[in-house]
Every structure is written in C-alpha cells, then in structure tokens.
C-alpha cells in the first residue's frame, strides 16, 4: 500500500513569492491533515479536511494560507506571499476517517525555506 | 501552560539499557494517545497508540497511560543505536470522540550510545 505522497520535497523561494504543496493521501482514506513543523517543535495543525469539507481552519492563517480538495482526494496547500517566518517543514498526514482513536499517517514532507 | 509536555533532551542511555520517556497532557477529556518517532530529516512515523489506562507491549516497546495523573510514557527495553531519534508525544483533543485533533510534544531527543 503506498503511503502518503507529498511534491516538492524541497522549495527555496525568495520572501513575497507564492508557493505551493501537494499532496496525494493513502487510498480510501477520507480525511487529510496538514501541519507545519518548525525546528526543534513538535508538528502543528494548519486544517483538517473530512472529504472535500474543510471541518477544522481555525489555525491555518488565512491571510496568505490556502488550501482545497476538490474531489476529496489529493489537496494543495498554497503560501502567497509567503514570509520569512514561514519556512519549516510542511507535513500532509491522512487518517481512515476522523474519529478520535485513528491512527495519522505522515508523508514526507516539503522542506521550505524562504530568503 | 502547554498542552502537552515532553524533556526535550538530549535523553542519553547507552546500548541495551532501557530508555524511558515520558508526558504530561492538560486536557482531561482526551482519549487516545501516541508516540511517533521522527529520525532527523524525516517525517514522524507511528511507534504506538494507547487508548486504556495501563500498560500496552509491542515488542521493545512498551506504552504506560496514568489518565488520572495525566500522564503517558514509552519505555524502550534493550535500546539499540538505531533507536537514536526525537520521540513525539501526541495527544488527542477531540471531543467527544467525534474529532481527530492531535496535540503534539516538543519531542524528546534519545541518543543510544554504542
């Protein structure tokens, strides 16, 4: 079974450029996660997608973050512009559905630093 | 006061000895609980879940919850050198089970020694 599929695995952008992620889930799984990983912390929640419904926004930081899944299956994360502050490790983790006792999976990760 | 709280290390233990790991949670409501281990450079990646207070073993591993104290921990028997990396803490605070929103740790860095 392929795990979960993230693009690029690295981007280096100047500050107010745009950037986007990919991601494609494990198969069958309905719901998507995406987080951002700063160094030395653990992961943290941008938004939780069950299907193409965005059921958890409330700390993705809408003024330049965005994010869909149209079909309910693969989702992009976009950055306009994006900041300094804004280069860590972004993370798309996926999970069977969304109840409390299923298991997040995490794919790779894109790596994004921003001079 | 953070939700979830992890040592962040550096834990050093040298080879075969037993690495233990702890953390404390705020959120009395959660139910399930788990331990991801990330190598450096890489994504975290599931070692164990526990949902019941007590002990649960897979293997080397084995997961302890104290709800009542708020407390979970992993302990790693006969630690090896490819143990060496970040152990993350992640809890869940959804409520009512009807969420899956995990909290995660700092994490806390285990080097094994040769």
């Known amino acids: 079974e392929a795990g979960v599929v993230q693009s690029p695995r690295y981007k280096i952008i100047e500050k107010k450029q745009p950037v986007a992620f990919w991601c494609n889930p494990i198969?069958?799984?309905?719901?998507l996660y995406w987080y951002r990983q700063n160094l030395g912390q653990g992961p943290e929640l941008l938004i939780r997608?069950?299907?193409?419904?965005?059921?958890?926004d409330s700390q993705l930081p809408k003024d330049r973050f965005s994010a869909e899944r149209l079909k309910g299956v693969d989702s992009t994360l976009k950055i306009q512009p994006a900041e300094l502050g804004d280069s860590a490790v972004y993370l798309c983790?996926?999970?069977?559905?969304?109840?409390?006792?299923?298991?997040?999976?995490f794919g790779p990760g894109t790596r994004l630093l921003v001079l | 006061q953070k939700e979830v709280e992890q040592n962040s290390g550096p834990l050093s233990v040298p080879e075969g000895a037993i690495a233990s790991l702890n953390c404390t949670y705020s959120?009395?409501?959660?139910?399930?609980f788990f331990w991801y281990r990330q190598y450096s450079g890489k994504s975290p990646e599931l070692i164990m879940f526990?949902?019941?207070?007590g002990d649960k073993e897979d293997g080397r591993f084995t997961a302890q919850l104290n709800k009542a104290s708020q407390y979970v921990s992993l302990l790693i028997r006969d630690s090896q050198p490819s143990d060496s990396a970040t152990y993350l803490c992640?809890?869940?605070?959804?409520?009512?089970?009807?969420?899956?929103?995990?909290?995660f740790g700092t994490g806390t860095l285990l080097a094994v020694q040769p």
């Open positions: 983790a996926s999970s069977s559905y969304g109840g409390q006792k299923e298991t997040q999976y």
């Open positions: 198969s069958g799984h309905n719901t």
């Open positions: 997608y069950e299907n193409e419904e965005a059921v958890d």
């Open positions: 959120d009395r409501g959660s139910q399930s």
């Open positions: 526990i949902y019941s207070n």
């Open positions: 992640a809890v869940n605070s959804g409520y009512g089970g009807a969420t899956n929103k995990l909290i």
